[in-house]
């Protein structure tokens, strides 16, 4: 689902709604895209040291008048407080454009995949294809996965 004014370069780019978007990494050259596209505010799920995180993200977007919240989540543990902390600053920006990501869009999908579930009460099968459009962690035999079994069972 795409519409009007996305920003089509950013990782794995998804429209979820007309209000929210989410991505893998962010690029500087990424950031005049998503304020053209109405983005308010910017939630960052990955960990600052990631060698694709982008460098002073929080400046960077308050110079172009986009709010940011950073919840630093290691990939082999996500947990509830992480959780909380996202759904926290989803609802904070109450009805304005959100932008959420991460390196490669596999947290923000697994995170909004139990928010369409938990929290708006998404019927699962329809969450799961959302989130399966990016990743699938319940398909995978990968060890950093288990953390996510566990996590999306929450």
């Known amino acids: 689902m795409s519409g009007a004014g996305d920003p089509g370069a950013i990782r ?3 429209r979820l709604s007309p209000r929210w978007t989410t991505s893998g990494r962010l ?7 998503l304020a053209a596209s109405g983005v308010s505010h910017v939630i960052n799920l990955a960990l600052d040291d990631h060698p694709e995180a982008l460098a002073d993200e929080s400046g960077q977007l308050a110079a172009r008048g986009i709010g940011y919240s950073h919840i630093p989540v290691p990939f082999e543990a996500p947990d509830e407080a992480h959780y909380a902390a996202f759904v926290a600053a989803l609802e904070g920006a109450g009805d304005a454009p959100v932008h959420v990501h991460c390196i490669m869009n596999y947290r923000v999908s697994a995170f909004f995949y139990r928010y369409h579930r938990d929290t708006l009460g998404m019927a699962e099968p329809e969450a799961r294809a959302l989130m399966v459009r990016q990743w699938n962690p319940l398909q995978s035999d990968r060890p950093e996965t288990r953390a996510w079994v566990w996590f999306l069972s929450g």
Do not use: I, K, P
């Open 27 to 33: 690029r500087a050259e990424d950031l005049d895209g």
């Open 12 to 14: 794995n780019f998804q």
